[in-house]
C-alpha cells in the first residue's frame, strides 16, 4: 500500500494525525526534499528505508515504490504541504494504478493556509473579495496561455502565487498589467510556520525591491490583494439582525 501524505507546511507538530500515525508504522518514506521539514522524519520506525525524492526522477520513485510493493511494505509518499497544490502526484497514482499497487491520499495543511496564518490574514473579506486565485509565475515551466499571470491578475481578487518568490520583478509587471495598482497591498511570507518564518509586508508596486532588501529568492509565498489592507464589511453570518437556521434575528 502506498500513503500518499501531506506533511503540512513545515511546522513537525503541523502533520495531522492521520498523517503522523502513517508515518511511524511505514515501512519506506520516500519525502520530496528540503521541502519537507526533516524532523517529521524522526517519526519513523527503526529500520524504516528513508529516500530524499530531490535526487530521484519519477522513474526512480516508482521502482523504489514497485520493490516495496513486492515485499509487502507499506509506502508513505510524504510531499510538502497539500500534495493537491503543486506536487505532482496525478502522475504518480496513474503510474500506480497502471501497476496495480493500491494507494490513499491523507490531506495535509497547505503553505498558503499557514501564510495566512502568520498575516493574520482572511482571504474572504465581505465587501472586498469571495475568491482566491492559487497560481505560478510562468517560468521554466509553462503555464496554459488562459492562465497567465496578466490575464487571472484583471480579476482583482485575492491572490497566492506559489513557485514565483526567485521572478518577483516579473510577477509585479504581470500584476500590474491586470486590475492591481502600484498600491495594492501585497506580502511575502517565507518558510510559513518553521522556526525561521519571515514575513514582509509591501505593496504590488514595491514587490520586487522588497524581495531584493529581504534576500528572498525561493521558499516563500507571494500575497497580493486588498485582503491585507484595513477596510470589510462586516460579515452577515454573526450580524444580530442576519437570521440562520440556528439563531433567530434580534430586532
Request: glycine residues 8%; negative net charge.
Amino acid at each position: 500500500m502506498v500513503h500518499f501524505v501531506g506533511a503540512g507546511p513545515g511546522a513537525p507538530d503541523l502533520i495531522t494525525l492521520r498523517g503522523a500515525r502513517l508515518l511511524q508504522t511505514a515501512d519506506v518514506i520516500i519525502y520530496a526534499g528540503s521541502l519537507v521539514n526533516e524532523a517529521l522524519l524522526e517519526n519513523a520506525k527503526q529500520g524504516c528505508e528513508i529516500y530524499n525524492s530531490a535526487h530521484m526522477t519519477l522513474e526512480e520513485v516508482l521502482h523504489v515504490i514497485r520493490m516495496a510493493h513486492k515485499a509487502g511494505k507499506d509506502v508513505v509518499r510524504l510531499h510538502t504541504g497539500d500534495p493537491c497544490l503543486f506536487g505532482a502526484i496525478r502522475e504518480q497514482m496513474d503510474a500506480l494504478q497502471k501497476m496495480g499497487i493500491a494507494y490513499d491520499d491523507t490531506p495535509g495543511v497547505s503553505s498558503f493556509c499557514a501564510a495566512a496564518a502568520a498575516l493574520g490574514a482572511e482571504y474572504t473579506l465581505p465587501g472586498v473579495s469571495q475568491s482566491v486565485i492559487i497560481t505560478r509565475m510562468e517560468g521554466r515551466t509553462p503555464v496554459p496561455e488562459r492562465e497567465k499571470l496578466e490575464i487571472l491578475a484583471q480579476h482583482g481578487t485575492s491572490m497566492v502565487l506559489f513557485l514565483s518568490a526567485g521572478m518577483t520583478q516579473r510577477v509585479q509587471d504581470a500584476l500590474l498589467a491586470g486590475d492591481y495598482t502600484a498600491d495594492t497591498p501585497a506580502a511575502i511570507v517565507y518558510k510559513a510556520s518553521w522556526t525561521d518564518e519571515k514575513t514582509v509586508r509591501c505593496t504590488v508596486g514595491t514587490l520586487a525591491q522588497a524581495a531584493e532588501e529581504n534576500a528572498i529568492s525561493k521558499t516563500a509565498l507571494l500575497l497580493i490583494g486588498d485582503f491585507l489592507g484595513q477596510d470589510y464589511d462586516r460579515s452577515l453570518l454573526y450580524h444580530p439582525s442576519f437570521e440562520t437556521e440556528f439563531r433567530k434575528a434580534s430586532k
